[in-house]
């Protein structure tokens, strides 16, 4: 077995990430500037998780934030009112016409 199988075989029985899969959102600066609010669908483990932030209530500001600005590294405030880091790693539109939004976890989700 090799170290990128090894890694594909942990990674597929990592516990589940600490939030319900699917939730509502608010995506801040580090200086706690509001980005956008929307639904994110996480994905990995509390400890190494991503997620995918679909209907942006403010898609452009995500876009100038991303593009204009810079802005890589964010704060997330779960539905239920903790907060995490995360580092932003991309945003594009979807087909629909919609601008989604993609994280990276830069901690672990408790």
């Known amino acids: 077995m090799t170290l990128a199988s090894n890694v594909t075989a942990v990674a597929a029985y990592a516990p589940p990430v600490s939030a ?3 939730q509502s959102i608010v995506l801040f600066t580090l200086d706690g500037r509001p980005i956008s609010g929307g639904i994110a669908e996480f ?5 190494l998780w991503s997620a995918t932030i679909r209907v942006l209530d403010r ?9 204009a600005d810079g802005v890589r590294d964010v704060i997330v405030r779960l539905a239920d ?30």
């Open 20 to 22: 319900p899969p699917r």
């Open 81 to 110: 009112g903790r907060t995490v880091r995360a580092r932003l790693t991309g945003t594009r539109f979807l087909a629909s016409s919609e601008r989604v939004c993609t994280l990276a976890g830069a901690e672990r989700i408790s």
């Open 59 to 67: 898609p452009g500001s995500v876009a100038r934030h991303f593009f």
């Open 43 to 47: 994905a990995g483990s509390a400890s």
